[in-house]
């Protein structure tokens, strides 16, 4: 299954909205087991994509996500900004000579895997990217994929990241990169129009 150009900037244009006016909402999440500030961080990689589309509208899928990759590493703090971008950014490489979404997105958690140095069930984005990918491969992406990989998030205590440091405290809360992913993921849903 391939996405057109216009379809991709769709699906980004509505991660940035879904973003947007939740940003109090994964604020709240990262206040919980975090430094309270991924709604702030990735707003401000929204507005960072917003503007980059205005100046120039990517003419290719794959300049679509490398613009979307710079974006995010240069305006989002903290670990998902390089987390981001890197999933973005691989995706971008592969949609070179491969454009099939299975493929790009199974690049991206695999570039998360890489720079996190992290794995399914350790409480981070992954929990959502793998599932989803292993949905799409299986042509059984839907929304009760994205509800299940959050509760299963929310179970788990994180062994990563900075709310491993609350170990046992950590489980009862969605890690806010994961709920910024299944944004993403909802929105890819959208246009897909599953």
């Known amino acids: 299954m391939e996405l057109s150009l216009a379809e991709t900037k769709k699906w980004i244009e509505l991660f940035v909205g879904k973003v947007e006016s939740e940003k109090s909402q994964l604020n709240e999440l990262d206040t ?32 679509l996500y490398k613009t979307v990759a710079f974006a995010l590493i240069q305006k989002v703090g903290g670990a998902s900004g390089p987390l981001y971008g890197t999933a973005f950014l691989d995706m971008s490489k592969k949609a070179k000579d491969d454009k099939d979404l299975t493929k ?15 794995d399914f069930g350790m409480k981070t984005m992954i929990d959502v990217w793998e599932p989803v990918a292993q949905a799409l491969e299986n042509n059984q ?10 509760a299963n998030n929310k179970a788990l205590v994180a062994t990563k990241g900075r709310a491993s440091y609350l170990e ?23 246009v897909l129009g599953a």
């Open 104 to 118: 790009l997105v199974q690049t991206g958690l695999a570039g998360l895997k890489r720079r996190g140095q992290s």
């Open 141 to 150: 992406f839907t929304q009760s994929v994205l509800d299940d990989a959050l």
């Open 32 to 63: 919980a087991i975090g430094d309270g500030d991924h709604g702030t961080n990735m707003d401000r990689g929204m507005k960072a994509i917003t503007d980059a589309f205005e100046k120039k509208n990517p003419e290719d899928i794959a300049g």
């Open 168 to 190: 046992e405290k950590s489980k009862g809360h969605i890690d806010p990169g994961a709920q910024s992913s299944a944004y993403l993921f909802e929105a890819l849903l959208t």
